[in-house]
């Protein structure tokens, strides 16, 4: 069993920054990718970054040059920077750790989930 678990979140104005970490227990944390997920009211939930076991970074499009995701291996924990913050980045932000042959960028292929956390960013 893996458990995830978010912070960091908050409100905060537009071209400000927030960082959020997601802390994990369970198995071996640095044989799996992780990826962070957003889902805004009334709107599906969409990928925003991934970090694959061996460091490969992939963002959407929307957050490319703003986000940075990262990892500590020895700590078990994937960190978000999010800079420039817009308001249509506000949403609960998830982090997921992805299965042995899921899909990397689509909810359906991340087995573990945290329980979120809010970013509210007002204009």
């Known amino acids: 069993q893996v458990q995830l678990v978010e912070s960091g979140g908050g409100l905060v104005q537009a071209g400000g920054s927030l960082r959020l970490s997601c802390a994990a227990s369970?198995?071996?944390?640095?044989?799996?990718?992780m990826g962070w997920f957003r889902q805004a009211p009334g709107k599906e939930r969409e990928f925003v970054a991934r970090?694959?076991?061996?460091?490969?970074?992939t963002y959407a499009d929307s957050v490319k040059g703003r986000f940075t995701i990262s990892r500590d291996n020895a700590k078990h924990t994937v960190y978000l920077q999010m800079d420039s913050l817009k308001p249509e980045d506000t949403a609960v932000y998830y982090c997921?750790?992805?299965?042995?042959?899921?899909?990397?960028?689509?909810?359906?292929?991340?087995?573990?989930w945290g329980q979120g956390t809010q970013v509210t960013v007002s204009s």
């Open positions: 997921a750790q992805q299965g042995s042959s899921g899909h990397a960028y689509h909810p359906t292929g991340y087995n573990y």
């Open positions: 369970g198995r071996t944390f640095s044989s799996y990718a």
């Open positions: 970090i694959s076991s061996t460091g490969s970074i």
